[in-house]
């Protein structure tokens, strides 16, 4: 005789409708001040942090002939601006595995064990799959563009007047942020389309039958996201389709399996 298997059941109970809401003040409590301590850690160190994301542009600045490359603010505020830029960036970036943490904790008591094993493993590679596409933008996009764009610098002037790149401090790194963030929230696509496939709302077979009009969508959303050139565009889709490739195999090992009869 087979034996019996263990009750999946919910470890939830009861609770007033204050109590749930006294349990989400907790919770965006602990959220908030993981952010407000990594943005402060962040903000004491901002002039290290931007130095550590200007390396990829000053590194081109120097083999292009610039022994002191440096970037330019044109506005008074506009320094100071920058530094709450990073301790923001720094904030998000740093506490948001403790804010994710705080959202699964908050949501646990309504799931079932079986589902709270399933979540754990997406709960531990999504900030691994962030920082892998924010390192994929530091260490192969950054170059790759930047030497593109700065190619453009004609120092001797076809007319006599030298063209040269001074970058701004605040559009460098508005620049520099909105690709970090895009190369991090699209290497989530392994995580979204296996969630959807183990609750059933798509299969390996449906991501199979519709793969050439994601890999269009892929250099819709690099075309999107990224600057307008070709190796930054290719830098982000041809990540995204290898990462689609992955999610159908993910998907297919996580699907609900047809009950034989």
Not at 53 to 59: D, K, R, V
Not at 90 to 118: C, D, H, M, N, W
Not at 153 to 182: C, H, N, R, W
Request: include cysteine; charge should be neutral; aromatic fraction near 16%.
């Amino acid at each position: 005789m087979a034996s019996p298997e263990v009750e999946d059941t919910i470890d939830d109970k009861p609770m007033p409708l204050l109590e749930h809401l006294m349990e989400l003040r907790r919770r965006l409590m602990w959220s908030i001040a993981a952010f407000a301590v990594c943005f402060g850690v962040s903000y004491y160190f901002a002039g290290s942090i931007y130095y550590f994301l200007a390396e990829p542009l000053a590194q081109v600045l120097r083999e292009q002939g610039n022994p002191d490359p440096h970037l330019i603010y044109t506005q008074l505020y506009e320094a100071f601006f920058t530094r709450i830029k990073v301790g923001f960036f720094g904030g998000a970036f740093i506490g948001f595995p403790v804010i994710a943490t705080q959202i699964y904790l908050f949501v646990a008591p309504g799931l079932y064990r079986s589902e709270k094993r399933a979540m754990l493993p997406f709960l531990a590679a999504t900030p691994i799959l962030f920082t892998l596409g924010a390192a994929l933008a530091y260490y192969f996009v950054f170059p790759f563009a930047w030497r593109f764009f700065a190619s453009f610098q004609d120092p001797t002037g076809g007319g006599g007047l030298p063209i040269e790149l001074l970058p701004k401090v605040s559009e460098y790194l508005d620049l520099v942020m909105k690709l970090i963030f895009a190369f991090g929230i699209t290497f989530q696509l392994p995580v979204l389309l296996t969630l959807l496939a183990k609750v059933g709302i798509v299969s390996s077979a449906s991501l199979k039958k519709f793969r050439r009009y994601a890999y269009v969508g892929m250099f819709v959303i690099a075309a999107i996201l990224a600057p307008p050139d070709i190796i930054t565009q290719c830098g982000l889709a041809v990540p995204l389709i290898g990462l689609y490739e992955i999610s159908i195999l993910m998907a297919r090992w996580v699907e609900p399996k047809p009950v034989e009869d």
